[in-house]
């Protein structure tokens, strides 16, 4: 199996294994937290979102796509790392007052400043964990990842069991990144500590700096959401919409990020050895979309019965809002690789160049819902609509310097469009005949059976659509099976 594979599959092992734990985190605390106390961190998570992009300052991204690493470079990246870091800490203890005072909530300037001790920690693991991709060790991050997911979850049941309110998650939030520091030093072979240097700041903050803008615009805009919802209904319905768009998120965030961490540095090295990177882009979304459209399509069709599952029926007014996100995952599918292509070449310009055209796009959406409509349902409808608009604006950047053959992205996609259609068949059956024949059966009966009819119609699909998956070696074993016991050939 070549390397990108192998690599492709520990990335999408350990976001598999942190959505299984995150999934028994949802189900625990949904249970163990009010929709108050989980709106009240979600917006403190906001506000220290924005903070985490600034931190970063694309430095991470720099070490992944730089041709030539030298110790000096990799020596200044800590250095701008920690520097950047300890000053976001001292501003957000700062302005935690005057937040807390913004929201009518003393309490959630206190969660702030203590959320703020994780920019002391980010140092030591964020040069590491980038050079580790690099080098696409991700039998490695595997094990960081997967060991700080799973103690800061058990952390933060064990808090929320003791009555610690929204402190189970903060505590959960600090595990996680001291977890992951700890974890990076294991690993890092030399990579955890350097000594300060600053001889090749100019080089890096040129990158990161074009980097972080366009990630800085993005969190904003997904911070916004948060943040206004808060404001203008209330720390309630911001839990609401958290988990309705954390449906979403199982894939849109946690798959993708698993995606994105394997397609970032493999791009970058096709690039720098001038292979076709539009072909190789082309097919990574296309085989994105074949797993991604099955994903949300069983979760528009039984949002309910989903949200019932993972956190208990205290959250059914969020299950309106479901379908509208899973479309939102849907088409983000379309665009989602592109701005990692266009940074993977070098032309991060352009991908900052989208975040200026579609973020305040976005965010003039939203204060028009919040000045005019007042519902949940706007806010989730803004997000459908700019995903949309944000296929054109992608695409005609990345036209400007890497062509995209439409003809075949249209054939690829085709295929894993019919290929959504078949997997799918049986659910819909379900959905009908439930409706239908008022057929009743448990709550956390349906949508397991609705995912294992969904899976059943997934492998069936590849065979009758004849998806280019079925010639991945990754899945040799499942088409062997279903040859063997379905569609023997002749």
């Known amino acids: 199996m070549t390397t990108v594979r192998r690599s492709l599959l520990l990335s999408l092992a350990e976001r598999y294994f942190g959505i299984l ?20 961190y ?68 206190l969660i ?17 964990l980038a050079l580790l991709r690099r080098s696409m060790n ?12 799973l103690i800061s979850t ?69 911070s916004f959401n948060d943040l206004v919802v808060g404001r203008v209904l209330g720390f309630a319905e911001v839990g609401l919409l958290s988990r309705a768009q954390g449906v979403m998120s199982l894939f849109h965030r946690d798959v993708m990020a698993a995606i994105r961490n394997v397609a970032y540095p493999a791009f970058a090295n096709s690039h720098r050895n001038n292979q076709g990177l539009d072909e190789i882009h082309t097919r990574s979304v296309s085989m994105v979309a074949a797993f ?20 208990g029926p205290q959250w059914d007014a969020a299950a309106a809002l479901v379908p509208i996100f899973c479309a939102a995952g849907a088409v983000a599918v379309l665009w989602s690789l592109v701005s990692t292509a266009l940074t993977a070449s070098g032309h991060v310009n352009l991908t900052v160049r989208i975040e200026l055209v579609i973020q305040p796009v976005r965010i003039a959406l939203l204060v028009a819902c919040a000045w005019v409509f007042r519902t949940l349902e706007s806010f989730a409808y803004v997000l459908l609509l700019t995903y949309v608009i944000q296929i054109a604006v992608t695409y005609t950047a990345k036209q400007s310097v890497m062509k995209t053959d439409f003809v075949a992205l249209r054939r690829e996609l085709s295929q894993s469009f019919r290929l959504s259609l078949v997997a799918l068949a049986p659910a819909c059956a379900l959905r009908a005949g439930l409706m239908l024949f008022d057929f009743r059966l448990p709550d956390l ?46």
């Open 21 to 40: 734990i995150q999934l028994i985190s949802f189900f625990v605390l949904a249970r163990l937290l009010t929709p108050a106390q989980i709106g009240l």
């Open 42 to 109: 979600s917006v403190a998570a906001a506000t220290i979102g924005l903070a985490q992009v600034v931190r970063d300052f694309g430095i991470g991204s720099y070490l992944i796509q730089e041709s030539d690493i030298t110790p000096e470079r990799v020596r200044t990246a800590f250095t701008l790392t920690g520097l950047i870091s300890l000053a976001s800490f001292l501003i957000l203890v700062g302005i935690a007052p005057w937040l807390a005072g913004f929201y009518d909530h003393p309490e959630l300037g």
């Open 112 to 128: 702030l400043q203590v959320l703020a001790i994780n920019f002391l920690l980010i140092p030591f693991s964020s040069t590491a």
């Open 138 to 149: 991700f039998k490695a991050l595997f094990w960081i990842a997967t060991a700080a997911n």
């Open 154 to 222: 058990l952390g933060a049941i064990g808090c929320a069991a003791a009555g610690l309110g929204a402190w189970s998650l903060v505590a959960s939030s600090i595990a996680n990144t001291l977890v992951t520091a700890l974890m990076a030093a294991w690993f890092a072979d030399g990579g955890f500590l350097h000594r300060p240097c600053l001889l090749e700041w100019r080089r890096i903050l040129h990158f990161g700096g074009q980097s972080t803008l366009a990630r800085t615009i993005s969190e904003i805009a997904l």
């Open 292 to 311: 991604a459209w099955p994903f949300y399509g069983l979760f528009a069709l039984f949002p309910t019965e989903a949200l019932r599952l993972m956190f």
């Open 445 to 490: 009966v349906v949508f397991p059976l609705a995912g294992l009819l969904t899976l059943a119609g997934w492998l069936t699909g590849l065979w009758v659509v004849k998806h280019r998956l079925l010639s991945d070696p990754m899945l040799e074993r499942p088409r062997a099976w279903l040859e063997k016991h379905f569609f023997a050939r002749s």
